[in-house]
T-cell receptor
Framework: QKEVEQNSGPLSVPEGAIASLNCTYSDRVSQSFFWYRQYSGKSPELIMSIYSNGDKEDGRFTAQLNKASQYVSLLIRDSQPSDSATYLCAVLTGGGNKLTFGTGTQLKVEL | EAQVTQNPRYLITVTGKKLTVTCSQNMNHEYMSWYRQDPGLGLRQIYYSMNVEVTDKGDVPEGYKVSRKEKRNFPLILESPSPNQTSLYFC???????????FGDGTRLSIL
């Protein structure tokens, strides 16, 4: 079982719709969770950090964390073509010393 | 401006010719890491450092060396590069304590 799992996609949504990206993780003691956005050939860019159960909202982005189910998600409201990118879920594991990434979900926002 | 700087950005070289990719951060971060990114495999950690003179292996350390003689610098060394080390490499740093990592712009290495 991979430590951090994401559906590779591509996930296609129409412009203006809500995009829902999901991630599961295996290390039950993980405490820190991150979503990064990566455009092709560019470096990962932090979108959201979440540390406690529930929802965290920042503009059009909402991160959701459920530690009991070992599940993290990212919702993007009013999706724009500029949101088309690969979204990486990252979990701090190994007692807090190691950041483990999922393989990423490719999002395509269509006009 | 807070940043992580990698050099070179692009390099094409040949098998066996030693190379070093430099990484420098200006945020006084304790932790620094190197990752490689390959299609379908995502970002995998090569080595990380928790402080000056403290380094440890990540998931894919074979064929790589690192050093941390100064807090701001964390070079990645390929003593005898091979074609399977052709990849996109990222350096990252963080203050630790559950804080996110900041990434450099990446180095695309091609080993012929």
């Amino acid at each position: 079982q991979k430590e951090v799992e994401q559906n590779s996609g591509p996930l296609s949504v129409p412009e203006g719709a809500i995009a829902s990206l999901n991630c599961t993780y295996s290390d039950r003691v993980s405490q820190s969770f991150f979503w990064y956005r990566q455009y092709s050939g560019k470096s990962p860019e932090l979108i959201m950090s979440i540390y406690s159960n529930g929802d965290k909202e920042d503009g059009r982005f909402t991160a959701q964390l459920n530690k009991a189910s070992q599940y993290v998600s990212l919702l993007i409201r009013d999706s724009q073509p500029s949101d088309s990118a690969t979204y990486l879920c990252a979990v701090l594991t190994g007692g807090g010393n190691k950041l483990t990434f999922g393989t990423g979900t490719q999002l395509k926002v269509e006009l | 401006e807070a940043q992580v700087t990698q050099n070179p950005r692009y390099l094409i070289t040949v098998t066996g010719k030693k190379l070093t990719v430099t990484c420098s951060q200006n945020m006084n971060h304790e932790y620094m890491s190197w990752y490689r990114q390959d299609p379908g495999l995502g970002l995998r950690q090569i080595y990380y450092s928790m402080n000056v003179e403290v380094t440890d292996k990540g998931d894919v350390p074979e064929g790589y060396k690192v050093s941390r003689k100064e807090k701001r610098n964390f070079p990645l060394i390929l003593e005898s590069p091979s074609p399977n080390q052709t990849s996109l490499y990222f350096c990252a740093s963080t203050s630790g304590g559950g804080q996110p990592q900041h990434f450099g712009d990446g180095t695309r290495l091609s080993i012929l």
